[in-house]
């Protein structure tokens, strides 16, 4: 997972015999949320500067997390077993099904305590994405769903190419997740969307600063408010006010990871009336402060 890659960058063959004598060494080096000593490296991974894919073996008894999501994630287990939690959520991953993980949530891997835990990933940046396809993996059901030969043939493809070759790794990983969309859509008989849910998703994400958006994407919508209310929450699990309030809380985690404004600046340019309420509802959802997750990320 880029999780893992983000973190111990520069040190995987180190991994590989952290139960040698540097076990000690290797241990100082890998950060307290990532186990490095329960993993095997297949040392299969591939990646551009917005598109990665990887692929680990984890011994008994290994985990990754607690993380904040800050990708948009395809995860696919081969062998063992895995339990996440995702916020408050908890989730067990079945073998041959692939899931999404969303940016901004918090998550926490355990694998398997008795067997070795074989998964692959593919990470993508959430800017990398079309705006249709982003709205779309917002919305689509995040339940596990086969795959189908196809999938299979795009992650095996991805490891087959050059590192050097970012625009094939960039193009792979786009085309693995459309491939998981359609395949989300046929398993769970879901179709694309209501319209009008729709056209207030595509409104919230071209003005999310805006201090009228909520407004104005029920007039985009084109319906009552209140049967926007009510097709919103059964297509997203969230009012639109407070898919609204989740929407600008993950952009801010975006601008904290990738630029170098200050809290208070961000906070305004994502529509925050005040630098106070961004950071109490980043520290209530991720359980650290801005500037705690900015150190982290650009650790």
Same mark, same amino acid.
């Given at each position: 997972?880029?999780?893992?890659?983000?973190?111990?960058?520069?040190?995987?063959?180190?991994?590989?015999?952290?139960?040698?004598?540097?076990?000690?060494?290797?241990?100082?080096?890998?950060?307290?949320?990532?186990?490095?000593?329960?993993?095997?490296?297949?040392?299969?991974?591939?990646?551009?500067?917005?598109? +990665? #894919?990887?692929?680990?073996?984890?011994?008994?008894?290994?985990?990754?997390?607690?993380?904040?999501?800050?990708?948009?994630?395809?995860?696919?287990?081969? +062998?063992?077993?895995?339990?996440?939690?995702?916020?408050?959520? /908890?989730?067990?991953?079945?073998?041959?099904?692939?899931?999404? #993980?969303?940016?901004?949530?918090?998550?926490? #891997?355990?694998?398997?305590?008795?067997?070795?835990?074989?998964?692959?990933?593919?990470?993508?940046?959430?800017?990398?994405?079309?705006?249709?396809? =982003?709205?779309?993996?917002?919305?689509?059901?995040?339940?596990?769903?086969?795959?189908?030969? !196809?999938?299979?043939?795009?992650? +095996?493809?991805?490891?087959?190419?050059?590192?050097?070759?970012?625009?094939?790794?960039?193009?792979?990983?786009?085309?693995?997740?459309? *491939?998981?969309?359609?395949?989300?859509?046929?398993? &769970?008989?879901?179709? /694309?969307?209501?319209?009008?849910?729709?056209?207030?998703? /595509?409104?919230?994400?071209?003005?999310?600063?805006?201090?009228?958006?909520?407004?104005?994407? &029920?007039?985009?919508?084109?319906?009552?408010?209140?049967?926007?209310?009510?097709?919103?929450?059964?297509?997203?699990?969230?009012?639109?006010?407070?898919?609204?309030?989740?929407?600008?809380?993950?952009?801010?985690?975006?601008?904290?990871?990738?630029?170098?404004?200050?809290?208070?600046?961000?906070?305004?340019?994502?529509?925050?009336?005040?630098?106070?309420?961004? !950071?109490?509802?980043?520290?209530?959802?991720?359980?650290?402060?801005? =500037? *705690?997750?900015?150190?982290?990320?650009?650790?």
């Amino acid at each position: 997972m880029p999780a893992i890659t983000n973190c111990i960058s520069g040190i995987p063959n180190a991994l590989a015999t952290a139960a040698g004598p540097r076990h000690d060494a290797v241990m100082r080096r890998v950060p307290p949320n990532y186990d490095g000593v329960h993993v095997l490296w297949d040392n299969r991974s591939v990646c551009s500067g917005r598109v +990665s #894919f990887g692929q680990v073996r984890y011994q008994p008894g290994g985990f990754c997390g607690p993380r904040v999501q800050r990708d948009y994630q395809l995860v696919l287990l081969h +062998s063992g077993d895995c339990e996440v939690r995702v916020d408050t959520s /908890r989730h067990i991953l079945r073998v041959g099904l692939a899931y999404l #993980f969303r940016p901004g949530h918090r998550e926490h #891997f355990r694998f398997s305590t008795t067997t070795e835990t074989h998964h692959s990933w593919c990470s993508i940046t959430p800017k990398f994405f079309p705006a249709a396809l =982003r709205r779309e993996l917002n919305v689509v059901p995040a339940l596990g769903v086969p795959c189908s030969e !196809s999938f299979h043939r795009i992650l +095996s493809a991805a490891f087959l190419s050059r590192p050097a070759a970012a625009r094939v790794i960039e193009a792979l990983g786009l085309a693995l997740f459309t *491939e998981f969309l359609d395949l989300a859509y046929q398993t &769970h008989g879901a179709n /694309r969307g209501d319209d009008a849910v729709r056209r207030a998703l /595509r409104h919230m994400e071209d003005r999310f600063s805006d201090e009228t958006c909520l407004a104005t994407a &029920h007039q985009a919508a084109g319906c009552s408010v209140n049967a926007l209310i009510y097709k919103f929450t059964h297509e997203t699990g969230f009012t639109p006010a407070r898919y609204l309030w989740k929407l600008r809380t993950e952009k801010g985690l975006t601008m904290l990871a990738e630029t170098g404004l200050t809290v208070a600046e961000i906070a305004y340019k994502c529509g925050f009336k005040n630098p106070f309420h961004f !950071s109490r509802l980043i520290r209530q959802h991720h359980g650290h402060s801005p =500037r *705690e997750l900015r150190r982290r990320a650009w650790a």
